[in-house]
């Protein structure tokens, strides 16, 4: 390993401001992706940001979201004091009352005491988003505070990154293989280990926007300014597909049909890496066997792109040395996701692409608790207890988390067994829900809902009783590890610089929690710090042995992983030093024994999507519009940051994305406001004509509401207006419990009444 190395320490003075050195994670919002980031203070207050130019990875660069961390910070809407209101007055935002941080936890004690004495702890919910901050201590949260196994992810069919992961664990034994771009060198491209990737397939992922779950999206622009080819396997002109050598405009929801198209034409043109695949590839005569049931001409067909381009994509891949390849959320999305997922892992590993330079590589196994808390799952026997575990064993099983859909099942049942609900980095109702007015009455039979959370949100708002204000990344001590650690190449240091009202860290409010709940487990740490020292970075060490610590990313900023490439070449990927995978045949698996011992197929398949013009035409005729939701926008981490000025003002509204024939097909024009529907629901947004947007598929934005509108209910900043995941059907994902069609839907568009008025929004930016 190697620190990093800075010509400052973290701190120091340029005339009248003390500059911290940081990086971001969350809030504001961001995967753990850890922008270099240099605070400048002065008087206690943080008057501007600017990139850090000697951070490795991101070089000085910063998404628009830390560049406005000033106005986050100091928002007029954010909350810097407990509140609790009465449940009988839940949505009415003036029953709000301060309290202090002593009462809010001693409300949460006794309800968390009568719950566990009244009902058991299983009754206790802990709602968790995304890989944020607090979404890595979701788990933990939940097991070791609370003391239940039901931890919630509310997207149906947990489609984000699941799916990706399940079938990585499956079919290499590992956790996701991220393209290697450096980020685990402290000179990144220089270091002469490091190769660049030839090509980079881009497939259903826009990383510049996403920076998602660590990788460094700015990356692959550097990349592609060093000669990288790329193709782009997506329904939008991307800024990526822009400069692609060849885009795939793919129909949404079919890229398992490519994906075995891909692996047939690199098998049957013998360009494949025969030694590679020998020695450690199991069951290649029957997956090959399986990918000739799909020809190019048929996936051209089936996905709407021209054969002839198919072939070209799929040979100039599989000659590229190294080439990459950067799988999207478009892969979990769908119920036929992890079979697309599967021909993705198939692809890297019959081209020799896994775990070498330049390629996609993997994790090592020894790099500590940094991941998200599975393992405080204790004892692990609790999992036979989870929520849905009977009705999608491989999913809970392999996610340790409850099924999203079966735990909306459960709330709704007369006798539940949920009675306490608590949401952390979770804004339910106007963003991971589908069928939200469904789930917000079933949140709402719960009796006593905590939410920690820096603004008031629709969630909040509709039916929590106690409000507990968390603080910024500004604001507290942490670390942040690319890939949660899993494919840990890198960690660097969070460096408080300011303190703001009474909000407090994640880690304070569980450590305090779980002191007054469960001190065995809790009172030992004291300080934020103390507890990341001993549970998450004791078992990685510093160059002369000891366990590394927070001083250690204090004193140095960074801390690179020794990363050794071919680890399955060396015994390094298994515990019984072995050389090969950590799949039960000891390869990677083209002939998946899991996902058979699961129930499903070994072999990869295609699946129309639930509802297309190919599989229900009848409602197809109704409904005629392919919807493809949520691609990422520069400003916006899902449902947040609406109410900051900078970035409202950037993208003050709901766009979705239109086609020119499309739209003069039903008469409409850019700018106007429509209603996309289907038979589950509706909203609406704004047109934006683009001529990149496939035809006959829609492109809609997600997470929207709007914080300068009535808090109170039915409003709830109107977000049932504009929430586009009223669209989305409830339990239409695959097989195994993964997957639901957020990114391939059907809906109709017509023209609505102009939305709000345009003063209020002027508000937001201009104060
Ligand atoms: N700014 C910002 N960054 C974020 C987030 C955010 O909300 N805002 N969210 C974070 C989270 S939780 C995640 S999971 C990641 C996701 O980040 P990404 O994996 O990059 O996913 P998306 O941006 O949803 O979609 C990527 C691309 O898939 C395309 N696409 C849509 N449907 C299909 C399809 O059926 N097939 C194919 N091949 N392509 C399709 C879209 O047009 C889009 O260009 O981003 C993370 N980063
Ligand atoms: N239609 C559609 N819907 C989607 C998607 C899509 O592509 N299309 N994407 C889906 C995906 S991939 C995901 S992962 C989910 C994400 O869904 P969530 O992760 O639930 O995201 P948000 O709705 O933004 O809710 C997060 C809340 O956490 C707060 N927060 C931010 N940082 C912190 C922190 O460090 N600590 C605490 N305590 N709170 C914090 C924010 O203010 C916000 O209110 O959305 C899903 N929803
Ligand atoms: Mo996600």
Redesign the pocket.
């Known amino acids: 390993m190697a620190f990093g190395t800075f010509t400052t320490p973290i701190t120091w003075q340029e005339g009248e401001y003390t500059v911290t050195r940081t990086n971001s994670?969350?809030?504001?919002?961001d995967h753990p992706t850890g922008a270099g980031m240099l605070l400048y203070v002065k008087d206690g207050i943080l008057e501007k940001v600017e990139g850090d130019p000697e951070q490795s990875i991101t070089k000085g660069a910063m998404p628009i979201r830390m560049l406005s961390l000033p106005e986050y910070v100091y928002s007029p809407y954010r909350i810097l004091h407990p509140m609790k209101r009465a449940r009988d007055k839940r949505g009415d935002d003036s029953a709000w009352e301060q309290v202090s941080w002593d009462e809010a936890y001693d409300l949460i004690v006794e309800n968390v005491r009568r719950c566990t004495e009244q009902y058991g702890s299983n009754s206790i919910a802990t709602f968790?988003?995304?890989?944020?901050?607090?979404?890595n201590w979701g788990p933990t949260m939940s097991c070791r505070v609370f003391n239940s196994p039901n931890i919630v992810?509310?997207?149906s069919g947990w489609?984000?990154?699941g799916p990706r992961m399940a079938c990585t664990s499956y079919v290499l034994g590992a956790p996701y293989p991220e393209l290697d771009y450096a980020s685990q060198y402290p000179t990144s491209y220089d270091d002469p280990r490091w190769q660049r990737p030839e090509v980079i397939l881009i497939w259903g992922k826009e990383p510049l926007k996403s920076n998602p779950d660590g990788f460094w999206g700015h990356s692959i622009v550097d990349m592609y300014a060093m000669g990288t080819k790329f193709i782009v396997v997506d329904p939008r002109l991307t800024w990526e597909a822009a400069r692609a050598e060849i885009w795939l405009q793919v129909r949404p929801g079919t890229d398992a049909a490519l994906g075995m198209a891909f692996c047939n034409v690199i098998i049957s043109e013998d360009l494949y890496d025969h030694d590679f695949v020998e020695k450690w590839c199991f069951g290649f005569d029957q997956f090959a066997e399986r990918v000739q049931t799909m020809s190019p001409a048929e996936a051209a067909e089936i996905c709407e792109v021209p054969e002839e381009k198919i072939i070209e994509a799929a040979r100039m891949y599989a000659k590229a040395k190294p080439a990459a390849l950067q799988w999207g959320?478009a892969v979990?999305?769908k119920p036929n996701g992890i079979q697309m997922g599967f021909c993705c892992l198939a692809m890297m590993a019959i081209t020799g692409n896994i775990d070498n330079p330049g390629g996609n590589i993997m994790g090592a196994i020894d790099i500590g608790g940094l991941g998200s808390g599975y393992t405080d799952l204790d004892p692990q026997s609790k999992i036979n207890e989870m929520i849905g575990v009977d009705e999608y064993p491989a999913m809970v099983r392999t996610q340790q988390f409850t099924h999203p859909d079966t735990v909306l099942d459960e709330l709704e049942k007369e006798d539940s067994i949920f009675h306490m609900g608590f949401f952390?980095?979770?804004?339910?109702i106007?963003?991971?829900c589908?069928l939200p007015k469904r789930w917000e009455k079933a949140l709402d039979k719960l009796e006593f809902n905590v939410v920690?959370?820096?603004?008031m949100?629709p969630?909040a708002e509709a039916v929590c009783d106690l409000f507990l204000p968390?603080n910024?990344?500004a604001e507290r001590d942490m670390y942040v590890a690319t890939h949660y650690g899993a494919c840990g190449t890198w960690i660097g240091a969070i460096k408080k610089a300011i303190t703001v009202g009474e909000a407090k860290s994640?880690i304070t409010i569980m450590r305090e929690l779980g002191t007054r709940l469960r001190p065995e487990l809790w009172e030992r740490y004291k300080t934020d710090i103390e507890y990341i020292d001993d549970q998450k970075l004791c078992t990685l060490k510093t160059p002369d042995g000891r366990p590394l610590t927070m001083q250690d990313l204090f004193d140095h900023g960074s801390y690179h992983v020794d990363y050794e490439y071919r680890k399955y070449e060396k015994g390094l990927l298994r515990p019984d030093g072995q050389p090969g995978f950590m799949t039960p045949t000891g390869r990677i698996e083209l002939y998946s024994t899991m996902l058979e011992a699961w129930g499903d197929e070994p072999l990869p398949y295609y699946e129309e999507p639930p509802t297309s013009p190919r599989s229900t035409p009848e409602y197809a005729e109704e409904y005629p519009m392919v919807l493809s939701?949520?691609?990422?926008t520069w400003s916006y981490?899902?449902?947040?940051q609406r109410h900051v000025p900078l970035l409202r003002e950037v993208e003050p509204w709901p766009l979705v994305d239109i086609n020119p024939k499309d739209a003069d097909r039903y008469g409409l024009h850019d700018g106007d406001w429509v209603w996309l529907e289907n038979d589950n629901g509706r909203c609406k947004m704004k047109l934006s004509v683009q001529p990149g947007q496939k035809e006959g598929a829609l492109a809609?934005q997600?997470?929207w509401w709007y914080p300068e509108r009535d808090a109170s209910s039915p409003s709830l900043f109107d977000v049932y207006e504009v929430n586009?995941?009223n669209l989305?059907p409830y339990k239409t994902i695959g097989k195994l419990g993964w997957g639901a069609p957020?990114?391939c839907l059907m809906c109709k568009i017509y023209k609505a009444e102009p939305s709000a008025d345009i003063d209020r929004i002027e508000e937001v930016y201009h104060g």
């Not at 952390?424 to 339910?428: D, F, K, L, M, W």
Request: overall charge negative.
């Open positions: 994670w969350s809030p504001p919002g968790v988003g995304t890989g944020r901050e607090a979404g992810y509310m997207q489609s984000c990154y959320l979990d999305q952390t980095s979770a804004n339910a106007a963003n991971p589908n920690m959370d820096i603004v949100t969630t968390v910024t990344y994640d939701t949520g691609a990422r981490f899902h449902s947040e809609s997600h997470g586009v995941n989305v957020f990114k």
